[in-house]
């Protein structure tokens, strides 16, 4: 087998993502393969941990990197008395709070010195780790033990601390954010998240494979058609089952009207945070007629369970297609107008411009992915990177920006919208006739993988099989995970009134971070 | 003071305090259809305040009494204020009371309350609203006067009532000073009352908010009286405009023949006033924080131009 590096490491080819790699590695290894990494200017895609008992009386920790022309999937045995494995996030600072989730999880430390708990508020005791396999839901103590957490603290004459969150006055997802600041510029801002934690690994574990598909939606609605697509390629690498190309097709339809749809909702938003609400009623209503259409073609206003392991579960008609083609161009007419507006609008674009700004070596530094680096000039997108059908075919043509301010990433929104469109109408025209569904997967495999480019970047998804009660352990990773530190950089030095409007700029997901 | 004209003072002070939430809901209606959405409808704000006083109220710990008698004064001092306004008719008992530099006094005294109020509780976004309303008012403030200053140096006299019936006195007489002072009055009216572009008065961000942060501890009746002092204020600064700078239709002291007549001229200027406000905040964007000082600045340049016209021309 053709080996990437580290000719003396027994690497495996695993099916999902191609080509990837997997091997065990040792301690220095571990440490190795992240630098390399880092040095071939990679990024980490995800870091999880899982518990091998009691077939190996070990936990392991996992880790896929991402290289430009392959991915690497490495796992590391931890002594099971005492886990513990090397600390990566001086390398790649998105791994901390990752690293942070693997302690609270499995109790399993890697030395860094943020020992702070991430995901757990309270709701298990620090001595509980869910996910071991002795920990069961029903024994453990009952939640409600909320300790203290120990903000950085930010000193200095004229400098203030204020806490915004988890409850907000508007109707939106809990989340905690400690700002510093002098006056109304921001100095410092700390994020606390992970207050809709909802143990879904462990969920999966009392799940089948193809019953996993309807929860893997459910991680974060907006990007329902992104999560499912990943858990249903996970699930088809390891089960060797082959994907016609009809629902190949139809799956990249869908996750581009998904891309498309959260868009508009984000400009509109955008354009109210910037205090001009008629941006929001009109992009609102795009975003309504739009997502009606998925009510009336596939039973569900954001597409939950419209993909499904071995393929989709619904098909297109002629005449569908035929009024999708006049929806695209009715959407793309009334969003340039819309954009000519907002373009033209000085007050609007004052608000946008110059504001939370990323420079492409800062997203480099942090690891960040998807829109939020495309945006300062990083062209990070798993469709071009490592184009899956029916992505080979169509060649999507990846927007950039460079500003890296939250103009850039409204332009870049608008740039997306006209690209999804293009490749709609491209699967409109060309898609291929044939069966929606092959025969149902049976899992056979050891382990898959699965990514898929959503709207706010990877989502990622790893399933692995553990024998010999034949459960299998799901990794669900969403990109919000690299990008909610970028947002930490971004304010700095802006306005406490501003930090809404960046925040949008970025929409992150909390219930897919939460996971 | 005419006996007779108590009635008059009464009906004034009954319809600005009961007819002020109909203004809120006009310009609600009107930022809908200018949005395309067919709007909650003229009575949402009366709505809302029933809802508000069907509502038991959740105190602070940290309150103290300031707390929790702020609304009061708000309401108390914007009532006054809108009923010292002449709005359809001159010769309001109550009008000499306060001339229009004491009106300033008592939109100032009622701010400092509310500041205080939200600083009393001690959070974060009470202290942070009540910093930035301090920053617009200490703006706003001198730009008011200045731009009450040219009518008054028109009319010899700083009482509303002799500025009235000075300018309606000379029929339709153009003074371009009072052109500069409109437009300051305008800046200072959009600030003062929290209205887009320097405050959003919709927004649920609580990090943007100037006026609305002031009130994030507030609830139940509390709550209803500020958002019914705030709409008695704006109604009131319209009134205030109107009197200084379209007064032709107010009727004048014993006219009681002119009384109705003026009524209906008054509400339909205060309809074109409402629309007129609500297609500003639907064609506009909010500022930045740090713009607002440029705005009112402007507006206090433009006002004092209006007063240097007025020497330089007489009018």
Redesign the interface.
């Known amino acids: 087998m053709k080996t990437p590096l580290w000719q003396d490491i027994p690497w495996e080819s695993v099916k999902g993502i191609a080509p990837t790699y997997r091997a065990r590695v040792d301690k220095s290894q571990w440490r190795d393969v992240f630098l390399q990494c880092r040095e071939a200017t990679g990024r980490l895609i995800a870091l999880w941990a899982t518990d091998a008992r009691p077939e190996q009386a070990e936990f392991m920790v996992h880790a896929v990197l991402l290289f430009a022309d392959h991915w690497l999937w490495i796992s590391y045995g931890m002594d099971e008395t005492n886990p513990n494995y090397p600390d990566v996030s001086d390398i790649f600072p998105a791994a901390i709070r990752r690293q942070r989730a693997i302690y609270d999880l499995l109790g399993a430390s890697s030395g860094a010195s943020d020992t702070r708990p991430w995901l757990r508020h309270g709701a298990w005791l620090a001595r509980e780790f869910p996910l071991r396999r002795d920990f069961t839901v029903s024994a453990a103590t009952p939640g409600g033990h909320e300790e203290s957490y120990a903000f950085v603290r930010v000193k200095g004459d004229g400098i203030h601390e204020m806490g915004v969150g988890p409850v907000h006055a508007g109707t939106i997802e809990p989340g905690h954010f400690r700002l510093a600041i002098v006056g109304d510029e921001i100095m410092r801002l700390e994020e606390r998240l992970a207050y809709a934690h909802k143990g879904v690994e462990k969920r999966f574990e009392s799940l089948g494979l193809i019953e996993g598909a309807r929860l893997a939606g459910r991680m974060c609605a907006d990007s329902t058609v992104a999560y499912t697509w990943a858990y249903a390629m996970a699930v088809e690498a390891m089960s060797g089952c082959v994907v016609p190309a009809r629902a190949e097709w139809l799956r990249g339809l869908l996750l581009e009207r998904e891309r498309i749809a959260n868009h508009l909702g984000n400009i509109g938003a955008l354009s109210n945070d910037g205090g001009l609400a008629f941006g929001q009623t009109q992009f609102s209503l795009l975003k309504e007629r739009w997502i009606q259409t998925h009510q009336r073609l596939w039973g569900h206003r954001y597409l939950m369970d419209a993909i499904v392991p071995g393929g989709v579960a619904h098909d297109l008609t002629h005449q569908d297609r035929a009024q999708m083609e006049h929806e695209c161009n009715d959407l793309e007419q009334a969003v340039r107008i819309l954009q000519d507006i907002l373009a033209d609008h000085a007050g609007l674009q004052e608000r946008f411009l110059g504001i939370g700004c990323l420079t492409a070596a800062r997203i480099e530094a942090l690891g960040g992915v998807g829109l939020a680096a495309r945006a300062s000039g990083l062209a990070r997108d798993i469709r071009t990177e490592f184009p899956s059908p029916p992505y080979d075919t169509l060649a999507p043509r990846i927007a950039t920006r460079r500003q890296g301010d939250v103009a850039a990433r409204v332009a870049l929104r608008f740039d997306e919208i006209s690209e999804s469109l293009r490749l709609m109408r491209h699967i409109l025209a060309d898609l291929p006739e044939g069966p929606l569904i092959s025969a149902p997967p049976m899992a056979t495999g050891k382990q898959g993988l699965g990514c898929v480019e959503g709207w706010r970047g990877e989502v990622f998804v790893a399933i692995e099989r553990a024998a010999p009660d034949g459960l299998h352990h799901v990794h669900i990773h969403d990109p919000s995970w690299q990008n909610w530190p970028l947002l930490e950089q971004a304010v700095i030095g802006n306005l406490v009134p501003d930090f809404p409007l960046i925040n949008t700029s970025f929409n992150l997901a909390y219930s897919g971070h939460d996971l | 003071m005419n006996a007779r004209e108590i009635p008059l003072q009464l009906t004034q002070f009954v319809l600005v305090v009961g007819a002020a939430p109909l203004l809120a809901g006009w310009i609600g209606q009107c ?1 809908a259809w ?4 067919s709007g909650a409808g003229l009575l949402q704000p009366y709505r809302v305040l029933r809802k508000l006083f069907h509502k038991s109220p959740v105190m602070a710990h940290e309150a103290s009494l300031l707390f929790r008698i702020a609304p009061y004064i708000l309401f108390g001092g914007m009532a006054l204020a809108g009923a010292i306004v002449p709005m359809f008719s001159t010769g309001l008992p109550f009008a000499p009371v306060a001339d229009a530099i004491a009106l300033v006094g008592i939109f100032a005294f009622t701010r400092i309350f509310a500041a205080l109020a939200a600083m009393d509780v001690g959070t ?2 009470g202290s ?1 609203g009540a910093r ?1 309303e301090m920053l617009v008012g200490f703006l706003a403030e001198p730009a008011l006067l200045i731009v009450l200053f040219t009518p008054a140096l028109i009319s010899h006299s700083t009482s509303l009532t002799v500025i009235v019936m000075s300018l309606t006195a000379a029929r339709l007489v153009l003074y371009p000073s009072m052109a500069f002072a409109a437009v300051a009055f305008t800046m200072v009216l959009l600030a003062e009352n929290g209205r ?2 320097v405050d ?1 008065p ?8 100037i006026h ?1 942060a002031l009130d ?1 501890e507030y609830s139940g009746r509390y709550l209803a009286l500020i958002e019914w002092a705030s709409a008695i204020k704006l109604l009131t600064y319209i009134a205030i405009g109107i009197a200084l700078f379209v007064p032709w239709g107010i009727a004048r002291s014993g006219h009681w023949a002119h009384f109705p007549l003026a009524l209906a001229i008054f509400v339909v200027k205060v309809i074109a006033a409402g629309a007129g406000l609500a297609l500003l905040e ?1 064609l ?8 607002i000082p440029e705005f009112l600045g402007t507006a206090f340049m433009l006002a004092v131009l209006g007063l240097l016209v007025h020497f330089l021309l007489g009018a």
């Open positions: 930022r200018f949005a395309n959405r974060a976004f942070m930035r887009i572009p959003n919709d927004t649920h961000l609580e990090l943007t908010m609305g994030l639907t506009l964007a909010k500022m930045r924080l740090f713009r």
